[in-house]
Structure formats: C-alpha cells, structure tokens
C-alpha cells in the first residue's frame, strides 16, 4: 500500500504563484510513476503532469506548457508541482496520484485526499 499526502494549494490572483507538494508513505519502492490530475465540478478528472521515477522527462497537458514544473524530491515518492502565471482556468482540486506499474496500460492506483486550488480574476 501507498499513502500519498499533499500540501499546498490556497487561493491567489491571476498570475500568481503557487507549488504543490506530495509526498508518498508506505511501499514507495514500489511507485512506478507519479502525477497531479485536476477535475472541477461536473468534469473528468484529467492529467496536469506526470513523471516516471527512473528516468524521463516530466509530461504536461498542453494547457499548462510552459507554466507547471512538476519535480521529483529527494525522497522516493515526493513532487512538487510549481504552477507559474496561474489563470483562472486553472481552479480546480488538485490530487496527487501514483503507480505502480505502467500507468498508460494499469492507469494510476494510488490517490491523494486533492487540495483546492483557486485563482481569481
């Protein structure tokens, strides 16, 4: 089992700042990749940006290009997400997912409580 525990999130003004942080317990040697997925109200919950543990480059929606940064920590099992020139669009609950085995065959099996991330006009 993995339990995965996010901190971050808030509100903040367009343009703004804000980083996510997750951070895995438990089996984590057996996480395979890690993500952040966001969904609002009424909508699927879709992927923000992911990476696999052994190496890769982070994966991003195009939405969020150029914006998001999504790293790995020091600790097995622990990202950051740093969202920059935050937009209004982007207000949703964010969750923390991870895998433990490829996720584009087995998806994500492991799921944070999600956190609010709310940006104003």
């Known amino acids: 089992q993995v339990q995965l525990a996010e901190s971050g999130g808030g509100m903040v003004q367009a343009g703004g700042s804000l980083s996510l942080s997750c951070a895995a317990s438990?089996?984590?040697?057996?996480?395979?990749?890690m993500a952040w997925f966001r969904q609002t109200p009424g909508k699927e919950r879709d992927t923000v940006a992911q990476?696999?543990?052994?190496?890769?480059?982070?994966t991003y929606a195009d939405s969020v290009k150029g914006r998001f940064t999504l790293s790995k920590g020091d600790a097995r099992g622990t990202i950051t997400l740093q969202m920059n020139s935050l937009k209004p669009e982007d207000t949703a609950v964010y969750y923390c997912a991870a895998a433990t085995f490829e996720p584009s065959t087995s998806g994500y099996n492991y799921w944070g409580q999600g956190t609010q991330v709310t940006v104003s006009s």
């Open positions: 990476i696999a543990w052994y190496g890769g480059s982070p």
């Open positions: 438990g089996r984590t040697s057996d996480i395979y990749a």
